[in-house]
């Protein structure tokens, strides 16, 4: 495969993974909504509260690791107009084909994350 076919192939995936994410996005968004109003039910018991506000928070730990993930994927989609797509935020270099197959929205080349880790565990 061509560099560029790989390109347009991962940015048609980049652009459907960024589809799901939006509607995955409503419905938790939709969801944490009626569980606010739910909250402010006079008639809840305490257990139920309970089990509610761990419901509620585990939604909006979901909606928060959604919307990053959306964040990353439009990041990636805007360098394809930018003609940036597939270089390291980095070192500048190409990133590994291999690497973008299984991670299209990756920042950085192997080399530059490995690094970065290892920065991150040495702190
Ligand atoms: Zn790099």
Redesign the pocket.
């Known amino acids: 495969m061509t560099t560029q076919s790989l390109y347009e192939t991962l940015q048609a995936r980049l652009k459907e993974e960024r589809q799901r994410l939006m509607e995955q996005l409503e419905q938790v968004r939709a969801r944490r909504e009626s569980g606010n109003r739910l909250e402010g039910s006079p008639f809840g018991k305490r257990e139920e509260e309970a089990s509610e506000t761990t419901e509620l928070e585990s939604l909006i730990a979901f909606e928060d690791s959604i919307s990053e993930q959306l964040v990353g994927v439009e990041r990636a989609l805007e360098k394809f107009d930018k003609g940036t797509y597939g270089l390291?935020?980095?070192?500048?270099?190409p990133?590994e084909a291999a690497r973008l197959e299984a991670l299209p929205d990756a920042t950085?080349?192997?080399?530059?994350?490995t690094a970065q880790a290892k920065d991150a565990r040495a702190r």
């Open positions: 390291c935020e980095k070192c500048g270099r990133i950085l080349c192997l080399s530059c994350k």
